[in-house]
């Protein structure tokens, strides 16, 4: 029996086949098969969630053949590619058309499917998260059948942030921009200028996000700003930055923090240090918005209105005070553009997405219930990819139209093809349809 785990190795299974269809044909023939055996099906991008959203013990599909640049349409301002195109290929192949995402998270090895699944985000307040992107979206439901979801169908709006739920997703087109270079500035200032400014500073420019590094002072701050001015970066210091400085640099420290406890402290000392004093640079936006894979680590992260932000950052920093905690990862503060995504956790308001990371295994947990449990009363909404668990009722306390996806859900797939248990657990019982 295979074997399959995610790249954080939070989440393992043992599929009873991996499948890697060629073509829509061979999709929409692998559905139909599956539907007739009562086998579950689900496909997997690049793993690259840390919840198990993406776990099956049935049929693993790969949908790495259904990739790459289809078509763009320059009037409307859209691209086309099939859906296992990985994000850092979506960026090459615009660049290529002098086009570019608007927005864009932090890494880029993420497949399209899987990112918008998840309601993957960047830091602006201009741009909301890459499934608010979405245009028309191709996919296979549980009946093997081809839909599409576009214009102005209404339920585009529920297909966004699919969860994986809805079916196999073919093919998916998106608002693209003009390619356009950004400065990037980084500089410092107090946990305490940063708290009290913290929506003007996430209004203040285009992209802006903002990184603590717990047990140490200042609060780094990275703004994104367009210029016509020619790129600083080359490939050559993203290359270092993954292969050696995070490879071997970051990795030997957090290494040496999770054996030596005190050592924690100091070790963060020397990261903020070295990697967050004041800089500026220049590049292609898809350069200066992500960042060079980082080591293996945890991640939780919560979404909610923006101005609760604030508190929620000071709560999290009691749990980390109290409990006397020593944290080896930075928290970041994003900062997402509200939207219509019916499971989007930026649906309808803007939002402050904060996320608590951390490599060490020692308070890990403690850690992350204690910020789910101290933002709960904020409105918060978990990350879909990152650590995390919702019920049904919690989901439907959180998400107005919750009962509209779960309706969509059932009825795409009407046997629960696509159900895993994470999905059993958010969404109840399939409901019976009449058609
Ligand atoms: C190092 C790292 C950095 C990250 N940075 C960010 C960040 O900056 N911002 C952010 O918001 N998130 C971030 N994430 C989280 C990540 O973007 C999401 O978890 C994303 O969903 C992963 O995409 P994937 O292709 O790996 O999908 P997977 O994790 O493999 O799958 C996600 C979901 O999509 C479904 N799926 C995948 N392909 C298809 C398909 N073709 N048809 C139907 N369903 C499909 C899966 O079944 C599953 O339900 C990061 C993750 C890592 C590991």
């Known amino acids: 029996m295979p074997h399959w785990t995610n790249w954080s190795r939070t989440v393992r299974a043992r599929p009873e086949e991996i499948a890697c269809p060629a073509d829509l044909g061979e999709v929409m023939a692998l559905v139909e098969q599956a539907a007739e055996r009562g086998q579950r099906v689900k496909a997997v991008g690049a793993g690259h969630s840390w919840s198990p959203v993406a776990v099956t013990d049935g049929v693993l599909v790969r949908l790495g053949a259904l990739s790459g640049l289809r078509r763009v349409d320059r009037e409307a301002g859209t691209a086309t590619f099939g859906a296992g195109t990985r994000l850092r290929d979506v960026s090459a192949a615009l660049d290529a058309e002098g086009l570019a995402l608007p927005t864009l998270g932090s890494v880029d090895h993420q497949t399209l499917a899987g990112a918008i699944g998840t309601a993957t985000h960047g830091s602006s307040l201009t741009w909301g998260n890459l499934s608010s992107l979405v245009r028309e979206v191709r996919l296979v439901d549980g009946t093997g059948t081809e839909r599409v979801f576009g214009g102005d169908d209404p339920e585009l709006d529920g297909v966004r942030v699919h969860l994986g739920a809805l079916g196999l997703l073919t093919e998916i087109t998106l608002d693209v921009v003009p390619a356009f270079n950004l400065r990037e500035d980084r500089f410092t200032i107090s946990w305490g200028d940063a708290m009290s400014r913290l929506p003007d500073l996430a209004r203040e420019c285009e992209y802006v996000k903002l990184w603590w590094l717990p047990h140490t002072r200042p609060v780094v701050v990275f703004r994104y700003t367009r210029t016509e001015a020619p790129a600083t970066v080359g490939a050559a210091g993203r290359w270092i930055d993954e292969h050696l400085a995070n490879r071997f640099f970051f990795e030997g420290l957090l290494q040496l923090g999770s054996w030596v406890r005190p050592a924690v402290r100091w070790s963060n000392r020397l990261v903020g240090q070295t990697y967050f004093s004041p800089a500026s640079a220049v590049g292609p936006s898809a350069r200066m918005l992500t960042l060079a894979m980082p080591p293996r ?82 409105g918060a909404r978990p990350h879909w990819g990152k650590e995390m668990t919702l019920d049904a009722a919690q989901a439907a306390a959180l998400y107005p139209r919750y009962a509209d996806f779960r309706e969509l859900a059932s009825r795409l797939d009407p046997q629960g093809l696509f159900r895993n248990p994470f999905l059993d657990a958010l969404l109840g019982p399939l409901q019976a349809h009449a058609d």
């Open 297 to 378: 680590h945890r991640e939780t992260e919560l979404a909610m209105p923006l101005d609760q932000g604030i508190e929620a950052l000071h709560r999290l920093r009691r749990v980390i005070d109290k409990r006397g905690l020593r944290v080896d990862f930075i928290v970041e503060a994003r900062f997402v553009r509200g939207d219509s995504g019916w499971m989007s956790p930026a649906y309808g308001r803007d939002s402050a997405q904060i996320g608590a990371y951390m490599r060490r295994s020692e308070g890990l947990q403690e850690y992350f219930d204690g910020f789910a449990a101290g933002a709960a009363d904020l």
